[in-house]
């Protein structure tokens, strides 16, 4: 069983600054892609982010310009760096390792919450 961890959620003011990091318990693949989602309270999981193994990106384009994904896969992580915040942000955020169309991940989530 693959397991993810997420971990750099927290509260901030509006305009600061948060780095999420995903830890997936075995080796992140080439053929892996690694997103990041979120989910506020009513509505359904969002992606914002995702990263091939050839460092190919995509943004929501609500984030776009504001936060940069990345990944290492020698120590098997993924990150996002979250810039210029808005409490529009403010949401439980998931990572997720996939593997193929049937077979993906989610890790636990970790909350960030962005104060006006």
């Known amino acids: 069983q693959v397991q993810l961890v997420e971990s750099g959620g927290g509260l901030v003011q509006a305009g600061g600054s948060l780095r999420l990091s995903c830890a997936v318990s075995r080796r992140i693949f080439n053929f892996d892609v690694m997103g990041w989602y979120r989910q506020s309270p009513g509505n359904q999981r969002d992606l914002v982010a995702t990263?091939?193994?050839?460092?190919?990106?995509i943004y929501a384009d609500p984030v776009k310009g504001r936060f940069t994904i990345s990944r290492d896969n020698g120590k098997n992580t993924v990150d996002l760096q979250m810039n210029s915040l808005k409490p529009e942000d403010t949401a439980v955020y998931y990572c997720?390792?996939?593997?193929?169309?049937?077979?993906?991940?989610w890790g636990q989530g970790t909350q960030v919450t962005v104060s006006s």
């Open positions: 997720r390792l996939l593997i193929s169309s049937t077979e993906y991940y």
């Open positions: 990263i091939t193994s050839i460092g190919t990106t």
